[in-house]
Every structure is written in structure tokens, then in C-alpha cells.
């Protein structure tokens, strides 16, 4: 880790923040949720989170009855981490990928009952198995001799030698179910993003794109794979982001979520719908007022997740109308192994792991048309609200905007309290419900902190109209709607306007930098992977593709656009004390761009602090390192909001 800072005042009090947390049991963790085909078994990779833990935790693949019987704890690597159950269309066997991080290898497990056998084996990294629709083949995707772990927010590989000369490939694998080789179907230097099974089970749907898997998601091509052949052809390109390629049973249409997407990943658009021998990509939802963040195929009728300002909803979607049918919705966050629901084959049951920022993860199933889901685990039935949390909503420039108030559980009437204003990254993503338990937001609300996290323009759950708003103004009419949701919060709870702070990571990082740079009404900041000065950013980063979108051009094509709205161009505005930090091979947004606001903060004599954690990527995930950040994020804001 290393570290530079001034302004001795402060440097006591990032060392730590009073004494340790009493004892708390841990959280018990559901991930990859899957549902059996039949509906009547749901696998899940389970673990627990345990406070202040020092190790990651090592999670088992635990299969479960519907009544939320455990049938079969399955574990064979105590040394892997495992991803991507998924169970045969007989629901008699569960595939998945087992991860030896250490050994650097992927394995294709496969469990039947209680025997488990590994299938294939790939030297690099591998995930998303998918079994063919006869259940005689399993594809997945595979980066043989991978330099890093997928997606640009891990760790890049060390930037020496030749750069760009040698770059991974991600390719869709297939191997036989009863054993044999594993074969690379799809091209070569291409990087498969995800892909579908054809119902003939003939090949595949693909989003796809040449050259730099990081960077170039943002102008994959939606292409068609043969499995015999490994021949690629061209369905669509259109000039948005996509997510989620599904082909319908009949095998004549591709649905896909379309939008402007700020990560591979953090899923949001409309829905789109085109014939897979190719042509032109139709919204057949548009002007919805939310956003779809999954989507399957049922018989001719489509189940799509989505974010519906504070609700996350299971809607059933007809493609010839587009007709939106809101079938359940809850202020809850959801998330399973494909999307944020898993359905049964009939879809008509489906399951997720569900959870608020007051009542911790259960695992759950849902009857479609029923008025409530139900919970099959009880694991974190003992565990307590550490925050309250409400919904607030408020106007501004025209748009209804919506964000999250947390708050401690023992508000003294009388007293007003300081707040921080965590803004999420992204800019295409949202802040949704999350049980609070360990963390920076825990360890603020125990230092009696409130904690508001807005949506603003930009952001998921109010329409793609809502989502482009800030195009071209990056920081500008998302700072005014935040501003606004701060004084619509005051008007509501015993916050004290003259102890403000602002913190937020990746696109939240960039917003720190710019509003202590735009006002001086935050005492105190916390900026993680921030940007300070977009032009130089353009030419540091591992996904520029990302910024053609939000800017309308390149740096070198429009440079007015990007020096604009560069917080460094306004640094000498700049009052509030800000502690900076990122990873040290952080792709997304390089350690040079905190370096340079630290600097500058340096020469306005700003009290300010930067870290630049060891060996991390965009987001900070050693428990060592987690801890220290903790630590000194809240001893930042105790010393200038205290």
C-alpha cells in the first residue's frame, strides 16, 4: 500500500475509530441462485460473511428442496471459489465452474447426486456453463491462458512489455456431457461477451467483438455462431449497449436489453426484439418508466426483471405489443445466477436471493400470480436492522428522482445529525436495497452518521429518456438533482446542513471530485477511482469505447467537451478537505487520475489524503485493505463533520 498525505491534524484520526464492534454472527451469503427446471429444487453457491474477517469467505454449492430442505452440500476444491450452477434440462445434474485461483485454473464440475466428476479443465479462467437444450453437450466461455480475471473491473495485468500485443480471447467451449475434449467453437481474437443456446441446439446467439475484451463491449456486435463450423455471422450492430441475448423457442427471434450502459454488467435499458437471420433491432418497450435488468423467454411471452423507481418487479412482457404486465415488485433488491430472477422451464415459478438494507438475504420463491413469494431459508432469521432506511422522492428540472435515506436505529429526538451523500458509480447503474452489516456505510451509520444515496438523472429506474439525461453533462444536471434530494431530504429529517459530506466510488468518485469543486457547501470527501481531468483519462484508461456514448465523440475529436467537465479544470474553487483513494491496477479508472486531484488539492492547500492500495483493481476487495479504508474513510469525516 502506499500512501502520501498532509495536514497532520487529520493523520491521527485515519488510524482507526474507537474501539472494535462487539462480536456479530455472520451473514449467511446466497449467490448464483439457480432454479431446477421442474421448480422444485434451487441450487446456490453459499458462504458466510464474517465481520472483520481476514480471509475471503469459501462458498459451497448447496442444493435445495422447494420446502428449503438441503439436499446435496456440495465441495469438492477447498481452495476454489465456485460460479454458474446451472442444472440440466432433466434437473437430474448441476454444472458448474470451480475456480483455483492459486493453480490458475477453471474446472467444469459436474454433480448427480453425490457423485461429482470434472468434465474439463482449462489453464486461465472460464465461466457461464449452459447445457444444450438435448442435455448432451455444456458450453461455456473460456479465456485459455488468461492474463487476468475477466471484466475491467479486476486487476489489470503489470503494464510492461509490449502493450496490446498480446491480448486474451474469450471464447464459447463446448464439451460433450457424458466426456471428451473440450473444443473452442467460437472465432479466434474475438472476445464472447455471453451467448445463447439456439433451441435446435445447433449453435448459438452472441454479443461479440474483436480485440480487447475490457474495452470493447461497448460496440459488440449481436452475431450468430455455428457449432459445427465455428462461423460467425452478423445479426445486428446496433449503436447501443446490449444484455441479456435470448432466442425465442421457436428459434425465429433474438431478445435482448438495449441502452446506454456505463459497465459490462450493471444491466439496464429497454427491451429489443429481431429476427435472428438479421435486420434491424425493434424497442417494443419504449418509453417505459423503468429500466429491464433481465430478461428470458416463456412459451411466445417474455419474464423480465426490472428496476421501477424504488421497486425491483418481475413483469411478463407480450413482444407483438409491448405490453408491460407488472406480476410482483418490492422495495428489495434480487439477484440469481442470471439476471436478478431464475425461472422454472414453465415460468411460472422463480427464484432469487432478496434483501433491504433492514432485513438480511433469504432465499426465496415466488408462484407467478400468487400475491406473495416465500422464504425457503431461515439462516439470517436472528439477525437485526442495524439502519432504517425510507425511500425519498423529489422534483427537479422536470424529473421525479429517487433516492435512499438511511439512517441509525436510535435517533434522539431533538438532535440533528450529519449526513453523507454516497453517490453510486456508473453513471448507469442505481443505488438499491442491500443489508447493511459490515462496511463503510455500517461503520458510518455507527458513528451516527445519516447516509443519503440518490438516483439522479442518469441513473436506472426511470425510463432510458431518464437514463441519457446526463449525456454531454456529466456532473452537471445529476449534481443539481442531488443537491436538490439533499434539501428535500432536510425537509424531512434532523440532518444538520452545516455537516454535509459527499464519498462515492468509480463514477462516484469523479462526482466527489467535481462537486467539491462546484460548491463548498460539503465540509468534508471521500473520492474513490475518481477522474479528475477527462482528457488525459481518455488516453490512461483500459475502456475508452465507454466514453464515445456519454461524450458524443473522442477526446481527440472534441476535446471542448471533455476539458469542460474535467473537475481539475476548476480545482482553485476547491475548500473541502478530501481524502482520495484507488486501486493501484485499477483499469477503469487509473491511479494517475487520483494522483493528479491529490495534487492539485496539495497546491490550493486543501487538506486531503491519498492511498493507492496495492495490487487491487477498480474496487477494493483484500479484507486488509477493506478494513484500512474503512478506517480511514470514517476517521476522515469524524475529524470535519464531528
Not at 447426486?113 to 472460464?126: E, I, Q
Not at 455444456?138 to 486487476?155: C, F, M, P, R, W
Not at 415459478?349 to 413469494?373: D, Q, R
Request: with cysteine; aromatic share 8%; net charge negative.
Amino acid at each position: 500500500m502506499t500512501s502520501a498525505k498532509i495536514a497532520a491534524g487529520a493523520a491521527l484520526a485515519v488510524l482507526g475509530f474507537g474501539a472494535a464492534r462487539a462480536a456479530e454472527p455472520g451473514v449467511h451469503q446466497y449467490q448464483a441462485v439457480v432454479i431446477a427446471p421442474a421448480g422444485d429444487k434451487v441450487a446456490s453457491v453459499d458462504s458466510v460473511s464474517v465481520p472483520d474477517e481476514t480471509t475471503p469467505p469459501h462458498g459451497k454449492v448447496v442444493v435445495r428442496a422447494d420446502t428449503g430442505a438441503i439436499l446435496a452440500t456440495i465441495d469438492p476444491c477447498a481452495d476454489c471459489r465456485y460460479a454458474g450452477p446451472t442444472f440440466s434440462p432433466d434437473g437430474k445434474s448441476l454444472a458448474f465452474i470451480a475456480i483455483d485461483r492459486k493453480a490458475g485454473t477453471a474446472a467444469l464440475v459436474v454433480a448427480e447426486g453425490s457423485k461429482v466428476r470434472t468434465l474439463a479443465s482449462v489453464k486461465g479462467v472460464a465461466g457461464t456453463p449452459r447445457w444444450s437444450p438435448d442435455g448432451r453437450s455444456i458450453a461455456l466461455l473460456a479465456v485459455v491462458g488468461a492474463h487476468k480475471e475477466v471484466g475491467a473491473t479486476q486487476a489489470g495485468k503489470p503494464l510492461t512489455g509490449e502493450i496490446g500485443a498480446d491480448e486474451d480471447e474469450q471464447r464459447i467451449a463446448v464439451v460433450p456431457a457424458a466426456g471428451g475434449a473440450l473444443r473452442l467453437v467460437s472465432p479466434a481474437e474475438t472476445w464472447v461477451y455471453e451467448y445463447d443456446w439456439t433451441p435446435d441446439g445447433t449453435g448459438f446467439v452472441a454479443t461479440a467483438a474483436k480485440g480487447n475484451g475490457d474495452n470493447n463491449w461497448w460496440v459488440a456486435k449481436l452475431v450468430g455462431v455455428d457449432l459445427a463450423t465455428g462461423a460467425a455471422r452478423l445479426i445486428a450492430a446496433p449503436p447501443y449497449q446490449m444484455n441479456f441475448p435470448r432466442v425465442s423457442p421457436d428459434g425465429k427471434t433474438v431478445a435482448f436489453i438495449g441502452g446506454l450502459m456505463s459497465d459490462f454488467g450493471s444491466v439496464g435499458g429497454d427491451l429489443y426484439t429481431v429476427p435472428i437471420a438479421g435486420g434491424e433491432p425493434k424497442d417494443i418497450t419504449p418509453g417505459f418508466k423503468g429500466t429491464f435488468t433481465g430478461v428470458a423467454w416463456r412459451g411466445e411471452v417474455l419474464r423480465a426483471s426490472a428496476l421501477i423507481g424504488a421497486d425491483t418487479a418481475m413483469t411478463t412482457v407480450t413482444p407483438s405489443t409491448g405490453e408491460v404486465k407488472i406480476e410482483a415488485a418490492a422495495p428489495a433488491s434480487f439477484s440469481a445466477g442470471d439476471g436478478r430472477f431464475s425461472l422454472s422451464a414453465d415460468g411460472k415459478v422463480f427464484a432469487a436471493a432478496v434483501s433491504t438494507f433492514e432485513h438480511a438475504p433469504i432465499l426465496g420463491l415466488h408462484v407467478i400470480g400468487e400475491p406473495h413469494g416465500r422464504a425457503i431459508t431461515h439462516d439470517n432469521d436472528a439477525l437485526p436492522a442495524h439502519v432504517t432506511a425510507k425511500s425519498v422522492s423529489w422534483t427537479h428540472d422536470g424529473f421525479t428522482v429517487q433516492g435512499w435515506l438511511l439512517s441509525p436505529r436510535d435517533v434522539k429526538p431533538g438532535q440533528t445529525y450529519p449526513m453523507i451523500v454516497n453517490i453510486h458509480g456508473g453513471p448507469s447503474a442505481a443505488a438499491t436495497p442491500s443489508y447493511v452489516a459490515q462496511g463503510e456505510v455500517r461503520d458510518l451509520i455507527d458513528h451516527g452518521y445519516f447516509i443519503f444515496e440518490p438516483n439522479p438523472r442518469g441513473s436506472y429506474g426511470q425510463g432510458e429518456a431518464f437514463t441519457r439525461a446526463n449525456v454531454r453533462d456529466l456532473g452537471g444536471g445529476d449534481l443539481g438533482d442531488i443537491l436538490a434530494g439533499v434539501d428535500a431530504v432536510e425537509r424531512v429529517a434532523p440532518v444538520d446542513d452545516k455537516r454535509l459530506g459527499v464519498m462515492g466510488g468509480s463514477y462516484g468518485g469523479f462526482m466527489t471530485m467535481w462537486t467539491v469543486t462546484q460548491t463548498n457547501r460539503f465540509r468534508a470527501g471521500a473520492a474513490g477511482a475518481g477522474i479528475a481531468d477527462w482528457v488525459s483519462y481518455y488516453g490512461e484508461n483500459g475502456i475508452d469505447q465507454w466514453m464515445i456514448p456519454f461524450f458524443g465523440a473522442s477526446a481527440y475529436d472534441d476535446p471542448a467537451i471533455y476539458d469542460k467537465l474535467s473537475p481539475i479544470r476548476y480545482i482553485k474553487n476547491a475548500k473541502t478537505p478530501t481524502f482520495i483513494y484507488v486501486g493501484e491496477r485499477d483499469v477503469e479508472c487509473p491511479a494517475p487520475q487520483s494522483q493528479e486531484f491529490w495534487h492539485g488539492l496539495v497546491a490550493m492547500g486543501v487538506p486531503t489524503s491519498l492511498v493507492i492500495y496495492e495490487g487491487e483493481g477498480h474496487g477494493i476487495r483484500k479484507p486488509e485493505h477493506v478494513h484500512d479504508l474503512s478506517r480511514r474513510v470514517v476517521g476522515w469525516f469524524d475529524t470535519y463533520l464531528k
